[in-house]
């Protein structure tokens, strides 16, 4: 008898690919829990209403105007809790932009904003170098974390220039 072969490097085996990697609601279930977020049911059906439409902005009252439609009985409360858990968690990133409204951004990656003022909707900025901002240190025993950038848009008070009829 041979003795059992000596485990080298990690005791975890890699996974291997299964079919069901493609099943968009498994990756998504995977995506939870990684996050350590237990996948309930309540969590998987709001995060494929969030993460299913590519990158966006959500507000708890879009998500929970979207859940209805999809008769998903889910309570305000339930969409707040699961947007705070999902933000803690990394899956999404919040964006304080008025008082009372807080978007929720599926971009996690680092990115300025433009909000337009006069109809509340936000817009991804194009790439934005914030490198080189002069900007003073924060104050004793503190860090930044992350610079937030968002650029309040109007629309403009200066006329138009038309292209010259002939
Ligand atoms: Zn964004």
Redesign the pocket.
């Known amino acids: 008898m041979s003795p059992p072969p000596t485990p080298r490097g990690p005791m975890v085996a890699p996974r291997r690919p299964s079919p069901m990697d493609a099943c968009p609601v498994h990756a998504l279930r995977r995506r939870l829990q990684s996050a350590h977020l237990r996948p309930t049911r309540q969590r998987v059906a709001l995060g494929w209403l969030l993460f299913a439409k590519g990158?966006r902005?959500v507000t708890a009252e879009m998500l929970f105007e979207e859940a209805r439609r999809v008769k998903a009985p889910v309570s305000m409360a339930t969409i707040y809790n699961t947007l705070h858990q999902f933000t803690q968690a990394g899956l999404l990133?919040s964006?304080a932009v008025e008082g009372a409204k807080a978007y929720f951004?599926t971009?996690t990656s680092p990115?300025a904003?433009f909000l337009n003022e006069e109809t509340g909707d936000?817009?991804?900025m194009p790439a934005v170098d914030l490198a080189g901002v002069d900007m003073p240190p924060p104050p004793p025993g503190y860090e930044v974390h992350r610079v937030e950038l968002v650029v309040r848009i109007r629309k403009s008070r200066k006329p138009v220039s038309k292209p010259q009829a002939r």
């Open positions: 990158n902005h990133r964006i951004d971009n990115h904003h936000l817009m991804d």
